[in-house]
């Protein structure tokens, strides 16, 4: 560690000291000047500044009102538009042909009240028919037809988190409703039309046709309270219906009206009529009100319930100076008196629906600004005066402290030089530097560093190097112990055949006189299957040799599965020892393959099943031809695959635990795995139904494989 740096007298600390002397009663004049007229300002201009704030206050007001009414407006303007959307395509179905499903027509029934009305979910719309007219034919029928909106009302329900419900009502009661909800709770006569979601858009109270926004009501199909857009949908001069998106008033809420506003202000959105249909809860606190969160839909679902009349500016005495105001003109300021204070409200029309966003602020608490800022010049003076006198006992204290300080500016960083030199001796990782006001220091810092990355870098590239060497060397290893690993296997498969062979050979030399016909026949027979053993053997490593090195891939050509199968089959219960086969490959099944690896997969899986079923049981061979493609199973009946070897059946060279004293090599599943992947196909080992094994391979037809590749290049 350096040694502690004592400060010392010298002409620079004199030259501190004398610039503080002479300069401390200037500073104090200068000071204090500027507090006495910083003092006479704030009070001056009190009363100029209580004006301007209630001028910019309520631009302020008007300005977010104006927003947030155009905010409003663009959403609802494409509620709007989806509506017009609805309507149209409603039109269209309306005289297009039904082409409902059994499905959907399963889901309808009466009940016992006369209603036609759907009885579970599917997922898409509830369908209810009162039956307050009669229920016929052409009624259905345009039940059928509507089921084309299905989708559609799916689609704008989950387009927009504002809306709450997308729906279709028609002349005679008939309602089409997303999502989908228990109708059950409609009553059996419920008189649609009569309801202000319908009547407000026919003829009479919306003669040009154009989406319309209803007041706020109570939804009968239980969303609470709620406004609605909605179109009459005509088929020439007759109303047949119409249409409707639902926007609950939470969702308003919650998207509009959730913005904290200055001054204790609170906004409220009052309909055309002059009913609040939505209020901040400092609006409610103010009004006297209480939004109407509970309700009896068995009494709203009985005709139409909107707010009562203390929601309404229009209907209440202490705001039908607000109400006048906003309904003459369409945005401005306005200045009325409430619960004793005076108030001030902006306002503006919001577009398309004819509501208008109001904020109402007390005008107290935008005077209070004005006199917030007037205390605040007199606390700001007092704290001035007090940090004008810490200043100046502290200004001494730090010329003293930097003085002092400046001697470590060479210091620290050597001393931090030194742990870095510290960790690159003891081979650690990241030193720090933070740098020095000394650009000599600075430098060699950056050297220093840098040099201690590049021994770290060629440090990981050593590192590299030894796990590659030694990934080399587990690699080696593992290849030496396969090799010994299929001389073992191949030593054994091979010499099992040739015990046969030179037993055979050995009893024809010794008793060849005397030997009959058939023992002589019966002797050949077992030569022949022992030589085709070590030949099918030899030749699928062949095989399996020259794929893995890539030179053993052939042109694919067609091929015939169900000819191939039976011969196979047929090929394989020459040699086996009295294997009984149970062949079912009728038809012709044409695949593309390489003809030999076709037949050597065949073989591998055949003695497989031969080598693990016991030989009193037969072994199954089906083939089955599907649409695009075909499939061959061989089923055996012996004791099945463990569950501790099934992951390890198609390895190289593995045998399981049930392998114990039966001849094999341990290749037979892989060989038929690789060679049914050179053949474009794919095998499965599966439990069979009655026990044993059953080994699955499918095949592309060849049709299939033409069609998918003349597919393919006319994407291209």
């Given amino acids: ?125 509830a369908s209810f028919y009162s039956g307050i007219l009669p229920i016929g034919p052409a009624q259905l029928e345009k039940v059928w037809r509507l089921e084309r909106l299905d989708a559609m009302m799916v689609n704008i329900k989950q387009s927009d988190a504002l809306i709450a419900q997308v729906y279709f009502n028609t002349f005679d009661s008939y309602n089409r409703i997303y999502p989908y909800f228990d ?27 154009v989406p319309v926004w209803t007041d706020a009501y109570i939804d009968p199909a239980g969303q609470g309270w709620m406004v609605s857009s909605v179109v009459p949908v005509y088929q020439g001069n007759r109303l047949e219906g119409v249409v409707g998106i639902d926007v609950t008033i939470r969702s308003i809420v919650n998207r509009v009206l959730a913005t904290d506003l200055p001054w204790k202000s609170y906004a409220m959105l009052v309909g055309r009529d002059g009913t609040i249909i939505a209020l901040q809860p400092a609006g409610e606190k103010d009004l006297g009100l209480k939004e109407l969160k509970d309700h009896t839909y068995a009494a709203a679902i009985a005709g139409d319930t909107f707010k009562p009349a203390q929601f309404n500016l229009s209907k209440r005495t202490d705001m039908r100076a607000l109400a006048e105001r906003v309904f003459a003109q369409p945005r401005g300021v306005v200045h009325f008196e409430l619960n004793g204070s005076e108030r001030v409200a902006a306002y503006s029309k919001v577009a398309g629906p004819g509501w208008h966003l109001v904020i109402v602020g007390a005008e107290e608490q935008i005077n209070l600004t004005a006199e917030n800022l007037r205390a605040q010049y007199l606390r700001i003076t007092i704290i001035m005066l007090a940090i004008l006198v810490v200043f100046y006992m502290g200004y001494f204290a730090f010329l003293y402290v930097r003085s002092r300080r400046m001697s470590f500016v060479v210091a620290q960083p050597l001393e931090q030089l030194t742990d870095v030199v510290e960790i690159m001796s003891r081979g650690g990782k990241d030193p720090e530097f933070s740098g020095s006001e000394v650009e000599e220091i600075d430098r060699f810092g950056a050297h220093l560093i840098d040099v201690h990355e590049k021994l770290a870098a060629a440090e990981a590239r050593s590192q590299a190097q030894e796990r590659l060497v030694a990934a080399a060397l587990e690699k080696e290893r593992e290849v030496n112990e396969t090799q010994r690993r299929f001389i073992r296997v191949m030593s054994h498969e091979i010499r099992t055949p040739l015990a046969v062979i030179d037993s055979s050979a050995q009893i024809l ?18 030569m022949r299957r022992s030589t085709g053993r070590i030949a099918g053997l030899l030749t699928r490593l062949v095989r ?173």
């Fill in 1 to 125: 560690m350096a040694a502690t740096i004592r400060p010392r007298v010298t002409l620079q600390d004199w030259f501190w000291r004398a610039l503080f002397r002479s300069a401390i009663i200037p500073l104090l004049v200068i000071e204090l000047s500027f507090l006495g007229v910083y003092w006479l300002s704030g009070s001056f201009s009190y009363q100029a500044n209580t004006a301007t704030v209630q001028e910019i206050s309520h631009s302020y007001l008007q300005d977010i009102v104006d927003r947030e009414a155009d905010t409003i407006a663009q959403t609802l303007r494409g509620v709007e538009r989806m509506t017009g959307m609805l309507a149209r395509e409603t039109g269209r179905a309306l005289v297009l042909p039904n082409a409902v499903s059994g499905a959907e027509r399963s889901r309808y029934a009466f009940d016992k009240n006369g209603a036609f009305r759907t009885m579970r979910d599917n997922g898409t719309t």
């Fill in 183 to 209: 109708t059950g709770t409609y009553p059996a006569r419920m008189d649609i039309p009569s309801y202000n979601f319908y009547y407000e858009a026919d003829s009479a109270h919306n003669p040009r046709r």
């Fill in 509 to 526: 030399e010794r008793r060849a006189s005397g030997i009959a016909p058939d023992a002589l026949a019966d002797r050949a027979r077992r």
């Fill in 544 to 716: 399996l040799l020259d794929i893995d090195s890539g030179r053993g891939k052939a042109p694919l050509a067609p091929v015939d599965l169900a000819k191939l199968v039976v011969e196979s089959c047929a090929e394989f219960q020459a040699t086996a020892a009295g294997r009984e086969l149970r062949v079912s490959a009728n038809g012709e099944a044409v695949v593309e393959a390489d003809l030999e690896l076709m037949r050597l997969t065949l073989m591998a899986v055949l003695e497989n099943a031969d080598k693990f079923s016991p030989p009193e049981k037969p072994v199954d061979v089906a083939l089955v031809r599907r649409k695009s493609d075909v499939v061959v199973t061989v089923t055996d009946y012996g004791d099945g695959i463990s569950a501790e070897d099934l992951p390890h059946i198609f390895d190289r060279f593995y045998r399981g635990a049930n392998a114990t004293g039966t001849v094999g090599s341990g290749i037979g599943l892989h060989l038929a795995r690789v060679f049914a992947a050179t053949n474009r196909g794919e095998i499965r080992v599966l439990d069979g139904e009655n026990g044993g094994t059953c080994v699955s391979l499918r095949f592309r037809l060849a049709s299939a494989s033409r069609r998918g590749k003349r597919t393919e290049e006319v994407s291209e």
